[in-house]
């Protein structure tokens, strides 16, 4: 999936990389795309799994409990030189 940089107050220090399977608007945080290196027009791998129940790495672990967030992992993993690397 390709990742847009949406700028925030200061785009020079503020700012989100975003990625959106399913017309959802997921953010990587700014450390993680720094350290993946990058930029708008960036390439993820986004990967998700859905469960009956609630699902061990919940993307919306304070979702209540009958929330469908609370079914759904989301994995965004790119390699960086030779290192594989995940969020």
């Known amino acids: 999936m390709r990742?847009?940089?949406y700028p925030r107050k200061n785009p020079t220090t503020h700012g989100?990389?975003?990625t959106?399977?399913?017309?959802?608007?997921f953010v990587?945080?700014?450390q993680i795309a720094e350290y993946w290196r990058l930029q708008s027009g960036s390439v993820v791998n986004v990967q998700w799994q859905v469960l009956d129940d609630i699902h061990p790495h919940a993307y919306a672990p304070m979702a209540r409990e009958t929330d469908d967030g609370r079914r759904v992992d989301?994995?965004?993993?790119?390699?960086?030189?030779?290192?594989?690397?995940?969020?």
């Open 3 to 5: 990742v847009g940089f």
């Open 16 to 18: 989100s990389h975003l």
């Open 20 to 25: 959106t399977p399913f017309d959802e608007n």
């Open 28 to 30: 990587i945080p700014k």
């Open 74 to 87: 989301i994995r965004v993993f790119k390699t960086v030189g030779q290192i594989p690397c995940e969020h």
